[in-house]
Structure formats: structure tokens, C-alpha cells
């Protein structure tokens, strides 16, 4: 049906009167949005600055509270904005209570690294710059998030594992004990004085660098004629360090027992605690490595 002057004069003045109506709502909703956008941002950086030094807070919870402040007053704005525009706020909540159903039922694995999150700083398995290692993944925990944690390896890369991975799946930490064992065998030859070489690799321990108790030991693992007399040197260290502390012995052995002639002359020195294949073996500190 064509529209006639009259028709056309309604269509406009209707949508006149929306238009002063809803415009201004639309207007101030986005000044809404805006606003809560910055303030979210304003907010996270001020808990941030304030959490930043003080001890009180356990590191590991300061970037979850910086992203729960953040995450909240963005929630509370999109409340505030819905509200501008009209749409009553408990119908709102109704559905988004459907909507975080439907949206959890198919977010399940999801979820289940927030709930594997609160788990593990619950439980406190490990602590920001322990080493790890999970599922054949290692490195140092610089972040305990939400979702997941992110790790630097020992080589100096990012490792990102989700929290359920980590908390399905038997955890070793390799600095969360005060002390790591150390232990070196040395293949000799037969007739070797068993004594002297025993001074020798107890002489070749840095005292000021392990722990006092218990205290080195050498004895002797195994005497075969293929391998000789091996010499196995046990000693515990801090765990932060304990490869160059296991370096630096296997060096002063091989110069000892070299300056003591042929017949203490090593045909093998091999580590075997921590072993060759243990990443953690490169950790130097607790200090994060920088990028």
C-alpha cells in the first residue's frame, strides 16, 4: 500500500519521539561503558602499585586479585549499562544465569582449570620461581593464573600449562626442600689406594657450598675388572645452585687425582644424582631470568 503524507508525518514522528527517548539513554550507556572500561583499568593499577611491596600478600594471589578487581567492576558495568538501556536488571541476571549455564556446560574443561586454579593455591603444591616439573614439562613458576601457570625452563623459554594438566598429574618440585642430593661415581683403576683416593674426593668438596649434616661421604659402589674400583661421592646442597656445585667438584676431582700420578689416573667420572637428563641441574637462583 502506497504511503501517503500523513503516514509518512507518523513514521517520522515516531521515530522523533524513540529517537529523544532512547538516544540519550544510548548516549549515556556508552559514556557508561567507557567510564567503567577506564575505571577497571584505574583500579587494577592502584591495587596493583599498593600490592606490589607489600609482604602481607602471598605473590602468588597478587595477579588473581589484580584480575578479580579488573573483572568485577567490568561486570558491575555491563549491569549499570544493561540497565541504562532498559532492560530490567533481575530479568538481566536471569539470564545471564541461563546464558553462564549453557556457556559452563560447554566450557567444561575450562572450568575445571579455574577450579584446579583455587586447588592449587590452596594447597600450595609449589611457590612463585619453585621449579617443577609436570608430565615431562619443567621450568621455574612465574605466574599462577586463573586458567593456568607460566613457567621459564631452564633454557630460557615460555611454558604456559593449564591448571588442570598440572593438577591431574603427579607434581615434582625440585626446590621446595631445603636440601638436593649430590652424588658422583669415579671408575679407578684396581689397584688404587682406596684411601688416598677417598681423601681425595672428600678434599675436592667446597665446605663453605654444602650442608654440614649429614656430611659428604665416599664409599665404595662397586669393584668389577671392566669398570675398575668405583668411588661413589654423596653430598647435599642447596638445591638453588647444586649443578654448578656438582661442576665445579667433578673438575677438582679430575685435576687431583690427575696430580697424583697414573695409578689414580680416573676412567670415568659420571654424575648419577641428579642425572644427566634432570633440566633442574642448570638452576642457578630463585631470581627470575630476565627476558
Not at 6 to 28: D, E, K, Y
Not at 125 to 140: C, M, R
Not at 160 to 176: D, Q
Not at 267 to 287: A, G, N, Q, Y
Request: glycine share 8%; hydrophobic share 50%; proline share 7%.
Amino acid at each position: 500500500m502506497p504511503l501517503d503524507e500523513q503516514h509518512v508525518s507518523q513514521l517520522i514522528s515516531m521515530a522523533w519521539n524513540w529517537a529523544t527517548l532512547f538516544l540519550p539513554r544510548f548516549g549515556a550507556a556508552l559514556a557508561m561503558l567507557a567510564a567503567g572500561l577506564l575505571l577497571s583499568r584505574w583500579m587494577s593499577r592502584l591495587v596493583r602499585r599498593a600490592l606490589v611491596n607489600t609482604a602481607h600478600v602471598d605473590p602468588a594471589l597478587k595477579p588473581i586479585i589484580f584480575a578479580a578487581v579488573r573483572y568485577a567492576i567490568l561486570g558491575l558495568t555491563l549491569v549499570a549499562v544493561f540497565d541504562q538501556l532498559g532492560f530490567h536488571t533481575t530479568s538481566l541476571l536471569a539470564v545471564f544465569g541461563a546464558a553462564g549455564l549453557a556457556i559452563g556446560l560447554a566450557l567444561q574443561g575450562t572450568l575445571s582449570n579455574i577450579a584446579a586454579g583455587i586447588m592449587l593455591l590452596w594447597l600450595r603444591p609449589f611457590q612463585l620461581l619453585d621449579y617443577i616439573e609436570v608430565g615431562g614439562h619443567g621450568g621455574a613458576v612465574e605466574e599462577i593464573g586463573f586458567f593456568g601457570c607460566k613457567l621459564r625452563t631452564y633454557d630460557g623459554l615460555f611454558l604456559f600449562l593449564p591448571n588442570s594438566s598440572i593438577w591431574n598429574t603427579p607434581l615434582k618440585n625440585h626446590t621446595r626442600n631445603g636440601g638436593r642430593l649430590l652424588s658422583i661415581d669415579v671408575s679407578l683403576p684396581p689397584a688404587v689406594d682406596v684411601d688416598r683416593a677417598k681423601r681425595v674426593l672428600l678434599e675436592a668438596v667446597p665446605q663453605e657450598e654444602v650442608m654440614p649434616h649429614p656430611p659428604p661421604n665416599v664409599f665404595v659402589e662397586n669393584i668389577s675388572d671392566k669398570e675398575g674400583l668405583v668411588l661413589s661421592l654423596t653430598l647435599w646442597t642447596s638445591p638453588q645452585g647444586a649443578g654448578i656445585v656438582e661442576r665445579n667438584i667433578i673438575e677438582q676431582i679430575k685435576r687431583s687425582l690427575g696430580a697424583l700420578g697414573e695409578n689414580f689416573k680416573a676412567l670415568r667420572i659420571m654424575r648419577t644424582v641428579p642425572p644427566t637428563t634432570d633440566p633442574s641441574r642448570f638452576l642457578e637462583s630463585r631470581e627470575p631470568v630476565p627476558i
